[in-house]
Nanobody, 123 residues
Protein backbone atom coordinates (compact mmCIF):
# COMPACT_ATOMS: atom_id res chain seq x y z
CA UNK A 1 0.00 0.00 0.00
CA UNK A 2 1.14 3.50 -0.82
CA UNK A 3 0.11 6.89 0.52
CA UNK A 4 1.11 10.01 -1.38
CA UNK A 5 1.29 13.61 -0.19
CA UNK A 6 2.02 16.50 -2.54
CA UNK A 7 3.52 19.84 -1.61
CA UNK A 8 5.07 22.88 -3.24
CA UNK A 9 2.11 24.43 -5.01
CA UNK A 10 1.50 28.15 -4.96
CA UNK A 11 1.01 31.33 -6.92
CA UNK A 12 3.61 32.44 -9.46
CA UNK A 13 3.81 34.87 -12.33
CA UNK A 14 4.00 33.71 -15.92
CA UNK A 15 7.54 32.75 -16.78
CA UNK A 16 8.32 31.77 -13.22
CA UNK A 17 9.15 28.40 -11.70
CA UNK A 18 7.83 26.04 -9.08
CA UNK A 19 9.02 22.70 -7.78
CA UNK A 20 6.43 20.20 -6.63
CA UNK A 21 7.26 17.28 -4.37
CA UNK A 22 5.46 14.05 -3.62
CA UNK A 23 6.31 12.08 -0.51
CA UNK A 24 5.40 8.39 -0.43
CA UNK A 25 4.93 6.15 2.57
CA UNK A 26 7.03 3.06 3.07
CA UNK A 27 10.73 2.30 3.09
CA UNK A 28 11.02 1.74 -0.65
CA UNK A 29 9.75 3.32 -3.82
CA UNK A 30 9.02 0.51 -6.27
CA UNK A 31 6.25 2.03 -8.37
CA UNK A 32 6.07 3.90 -11.61
CA UNK A 33 5.28 7.47 -10.63
CA UNK A 34 3.48 10.21 -12.50
CA UNK A 35 2.04 13.68 -12.26
CA UNK A 36 -1.41 14.61 -13.53
CA UNK A 37 -3.25 17.90 -13.42
CA UNK A 38 -6.85 19.00 -13.53
CA UNK A 39 -8.21 22.48 -14.09
CA UNK A 40 -11.81 23.48 -13.27
CA UNK A 41 -14.20 22.19 -15.91
CA UNK A 42 -11.54 20.04 -17.55
CA UNK A 43 -10.62 16.37 -17.43
CA UNK A 44 -7.60 15.17 -15.55
CA UNK A 45 -4.65 15.10 -17.93
CA UNK A 46 -1.27 13.46 -17.95
CA UNK A 47 1.75 15.66 -17.28
CA UNK A 48 4.81 13.47 -16.73
CA UNK A 49 5.88 10.01 -15.59
CA UNK A 50 9.05 8.26 -14.54
CA UNK A 51 10.05 4.61 -14.50
CA UNK A 52 10.71 2.76 -11.27
CA UNK A 53 14.43 3.36 -11.53
CA UNK A 54 14.05 6.92 -12.73
CA UNK A 55 15.99 6.03 -15.84
CA UNK A 56 13.16 6.80 -18.24
CA UNK A 57 10.87 9.82 -18.27
CA UNK A 58 7.80 10.74 -20.29
CA UNK A 59 6.12 14.09 -20.84
CA UNK A 60 2.98 15.50 -22.33
CA UNK A 61 3.72 17.58 -25.40
CA UNK A 62 2.32 20.64 -23.66
CA UNK A 63 5.03 20.58 -20.98
CA UNK A 64 7.96 18.99 -22.79
CA UNK A 65 11.04 21.14 -22.50
CA UNK A 66 9.61 23.10 -19.56
CA UNK A 67 8.91 20.47 -16.89
CA UNK A 68 11.25 17.85 -15.47
CA UNK A 69 10.21 14.85 -13.40
CA UNK A 70 12.70 13.12 -11.13
CA UNK A 71 12.69 10.68 -8.25
CA UNK A 72 14.83 9.88 -5.26
CA UNK A 73 14.05 6.32 -4.23
CA UNK A 74 16.24 6.57 -1.14
CA UNK A 75 13.98 9.35 0.14
CA UNK A 76 10.77 7.95 -1.34
CA UNK A 77 10.05 11.17 -3.17
CA UNK A 78 9.23 12.28 -6.69
CA UNK A 79 9.49 15.86 -7.87
CA UNK A 80 8.25 17.98 -10.73
CA UNK A 81 10.35 20.99 -11.63
CA UNK A 82 8.21 23.42 -13.59
CA UNK A 83 9.89 26.23 -15.50
CA UNK A 84 8.58 28.87 -17.88
CA UNK A 85 5.14 28.54 -16.38
CA UNK A 86 2.14 29.70 -18.36
CA UNK A 87 -1.35 30.68 -17.20
CA UNK A 88 -2.68 27.54 -18.89
CA UNK A 89 -0.60 25.49 -16.46
CA UNK A 90 -2.95 26.59 -13.69
CA UNK A 91 -4.50 23.46 -12.18
CA UNK A 92 -4.53 21.11 -9.26
CA UNK A 93 -1.52 18.83 -9.58
CA UNK A 94 -1.74 15.23 -8.43
CA UNK A 95 0.92 12.65 -7.75
CA UNK A 96 0.05 9.10 -8.79
CA UNK A 97 1.60 5.64 -8.52
CA UNK A 98 1.09 2.34 -10.31
CA UNK A 99 2.55 -1.13 -9.94
CA UNK A 100 2.76 -1.44 -13.71
CA UNK A 101 6.25 -2.11 -14.97
CA UNK A 102 5.89 0.34 -17.83
CA UNK A 103 4.79 3.94 -17.46
CA UNK A 104 1.36 4.85 -18.76
CA UNK A 105 -0.27 8.18 -19.54
CA UNK A 106 -3.82 7.11 -18.71
CA UNK A 107 -5.18 8.06 -15.31
CA UNK A 108 -7.23 4.90 -14.80
CA UNK A 109 -4.07 2.78 -14.83
CA UNK A 110 -2.83 4.39 -11.62
CA UNK A 111 -3.65 2.76 -8.31
CA UNK A 112 -2.73 5.44 -5.78
CA UNK A 113 -3.31 9.18 -5.72
CA UNK A 114 -2.40 12.11 -3.55
CA UNK A 115 -4.86 14.83 -2.57
CA UNK A 116 -3.35 17.38 -4.92
CA UNK A 117 -1.62 20.73 -4.64
CA UNK A 118 -2.80 23.90 -6.37
CA UNK A 119 -0.64 25.71 -8.90
CA UNK A 120 -1.82 29.12 -10.06
CA UNK A 121 0.04 31.08 -12.73
CA UNK A 122 -0.88 34.72 -13.20
CA UNK A 123 -0.45 36.62 -16.45
Amino acid sequence: QVQLVESGGGLVQAGGSLRLSCAASGRTFSYVMAWFRQAPGKEREFVAATSRSGGSTYYADSVKGRFTISRDNAKNTVSLQMNSLKPEDTAGYYCAATRDSIATTTAYEYDYWGQGTQVTVSS
